[in-house]
Structures are given as C-alpha cells and as structure tokens.
Nanobody
Framework: QVQLVESGGGLVQPGGSLRLSCSAS????????MDWYRQAPGKERGAVAS???????NYADSVKGRFTTSRDNAKNTFYLQMSGLKPEDTAVYYC??????????????WGQGTQVTVSS
C-alpha cells in the first residue's frame, strides 16, 4: 500500500503564492512519475504538472510560467510552487504517484486533495 499526504493549501489573495507538498510512504521500490491535478467546482479533474523520473516536466498551458514543480526522490516527496495565483486557480489540488512496490507490482495512488482558494 502507498499513501500520499498533501499539505500546503489555503486561502490566498490574487497575485500571491502557495507551495503544496505531497509525501509518499509505504512499500515503495521506485516512483516513476509524480503528477499534480486540480478540480474546480463543476469541472473535471485536469492535469497541472507531470514530473516523470528523469524526464521533461510538462505543465498545463494555463499555469506555465507561474507554477513550478519539483521532487525530492530521497524523501519521496514532491512539491508544487504556485505564484501569481489567479481566482481561476481556485480548485482542489491532488497529487498522484505511479511506480513499483517492493513486491514488484505497480501502483498508482492519489493524495486526499487540498483546497486552494484565490480570492480577495
């Protein structure tokens, strides 16, 4: 089993910044990809940033230049640094990790979600 625990959401004014964290724990052998998604009220969940191991980071067009993601492989933790926040960034943000368990099988796990609200 793999657990992802998110932290860092909250209320911020337009133009402000927040940093989300997602820590993975459990019987993890390796993590192939760590991604961020968000879901706004009445909308489908969509990708924000994708962080493959050793690969190129991909960002949604709507957040390019404002959001930066990074990962600490030693800690199985990844981050989403958000700056220049806009009201349309308001959503529940989820992290997702995919990889291999110590027993050799694959896993895909989701965090519990953290609310980000951008409002004056």
């Amino acid at each position: 089993q793999v657990q992802l625990v998110e932290s860092g959401g909250g209320l911020v004014q337009p133009g402000g910044s927040l940093r989300l964290s997602c820590s993975a724990s459990g019987s993890i052998f390796s993590i192939a990809a760590m991604d961020w998604y968000r879901q706004a009220p009445g909308k489908e969940r969509g990708a924000v940033a994708s962080v493959p191991t050793g690969g190129i980071i991909n960002y949604a067009d709507s957040v390019k230049g404002r959001f930066t993601t990074s990962r600490d492989n030693a800690k199985n933790t990844f981050y989403l640094q958000m700056s220049g926040l806009k009201p349309e960034d308001t959503a529940v943000y989820y992290c997702n990790a995919e990889g291999i368990l110590t027993g050799g099988s694959t896993f895909s796990a989701w965090g519990q979600g953290t609310q980000v609200t951008v409002s004056s």
